[in-house]
């Protein structure tokens, strides 16, 4: 591999860490499961998807970037879906909200309790 390839490569795949590290940090202190979701959702996306074209690229292979590139559009447009719908199947199962938080857009407190 020569520089001008490396260098793209190894800061896609420091960011594409970075991101994944910090999605994982995020599942394990964040409080509850909805914002759980949001840091597996949207870090978790960006990090594979910047790791998936750092294989792309370090690989040199049209093809195989090609592919790298289509799985990364594909993590794009599933993640956020399957996060929302897990997000509201958790609420629909009723699955309490952390006290931290001050607002409920679906209808309930931070209790659980049905607003008015």
């Keep these: ?24 940090l995020g599942l394990l202190r964040l409080p509850d499961v909805y914002t759980r979701m949001h840091a597996a959702s949207k870090a978790g996306t960006v990090g594979s998807g910047l790791l998936l074209m750092a294989a792309g690229l370090g690989s040199q292979d049209p093809a195989i970037l ?11 447009l599933t993640a956020p879906v399957s996060a929302h719908l897990l997000a509201r199947a958790a609420h629909l199962a009723q699955v ?19 607003l008015k």
Excluded: C, E, H, Q
């Design 1 to 24: 591999m020569t520089l001008w390839l490396a260098i793209p490569v190894s800061i896609l795949l420091v960011a594409g860490s970075t991101f994944s590290v910090l999605a994982a």
């Design 66 to 76: 090609v592919r790298a590139f289509a799985g990364f559009i594909f993590f794009i």
């Design 96 to 114: 309490p909200l952390t006290k931290a938080s001050v607002r409920d857009d679906y209808g309930r407190d931070a209790n659980g309790d049905r």
